[in-house]
């Protein structure tokens, strides 16, 4: 149990369409992070919320990309007008005490 | 900036054979240490973590030693076992305040029976 469910696992999309992510942590947080893994590489921060605030950007966040998290609780990643350069794994994570995050199981992009 | 360098991979080893997969790192300050692991098709799990120098993260049989002077974490196991096959991932938290990690490459373990 990674305290974290992401929604959906998978989707392969055409490249030109919009896609949106959802994460949900099973417990209130104040912080909520999103990263991005590509094959053969470690995650990359994209971005991160405190509450509804969104207090950094990672500049690997185009402005394609857009995250939201309305009520301080569940979050959004949405990317409109997919490259196949998106092409990755998006991981939410939360604190988990100390200063250790834990990852949700991750949403697979695929864009064709 | 904060970098993580670890050993490529894959590392191929027997069961029962030691382990070490070597990271080090670069930062500013008093920055947290960790591994975290990734098994095929899964999402990343937290190993083990150190938070100041000469601190010995452990967990499964794994260990890793905080060493400053050496800006090293490196990761270690006597005995592997084929289930220990996966992707493992050294990564460091700056002393920021929040929890920004920023990950090594990784590096595969393939445990053979």
């Known amino acids: 149990d990674t305290g974290v469910s992401q929604d959906p696992r998978h989707k392969i999309t055409k490249r030109g369409q919009n896609v949106t992510f959802r994460c949900d942590p099973i417990?209130?947080?104040?912080?909520l992070y999103w990263y991005r893994q590509t094959l053969g590489q470690g995650p990359e921060f994209l971005t991160y919320?405190?509450?509804?605030?969104?207090?950094?950007k990672s500049r690997l966040l185009s402005d394609r990309f857009s995250a939201e998290r309305p009520k301080g609780s569940f979050s959004t990643l949405e990317i409109q007008r997919t490259e196949q350069g998106d092409s990755a794994m998006y991981l939410c994570?939360?604190?988990?005490?100390?200063?250790?995050?834990?990852f949700g199981e991750g949403s697979w992009l695929t864009v064709v | 900036g904060n970098s993580v360098t670890q050993m490529e991979g894959p590392v191929t080893l027997s069961e029962e054979a030691f382990l070490t997969i070597n990271c080090t790192y670069t930062?500013?300050?008093?920055?947290?240490l960790f591994w975290y692991v990734q098994y095929p098709g899964e999402g990343l799990q937290l190993l083990l973590k150190a938070t100041k120098a000469d601190d010995k993260g452990s967990n499964k049989g794994f260990e890793a030693t905080y060493r400053k002077e050496t800006t090293s974490f490196h990761l270690e196991k006597g005995s592997v076992q084929v289930s220990d096959s996966a992707v493992y991932f050294c990564?460091?938290?700056?002393?920021?305040?929040?929890?920004?990690?920023?990950f090594g490459t990784g590096t595969r373990l393939l445990v053979s029976p």
């Open positions: 930062a500013t300050g008093y920055p947290s």
């Open positions: 417990s209130e947080h104040n912080r």
């Open positions: 990564a460091l938290s700056g002393d920021t305040g929040f929890q920004k990690l920023v």
């Open positions: 994570a939360t604190p988990a005490g100390g200063n250790t995050i834990y």
């Open positions: 919320f405190q509450n509804e605030a969104q207090l950094e």
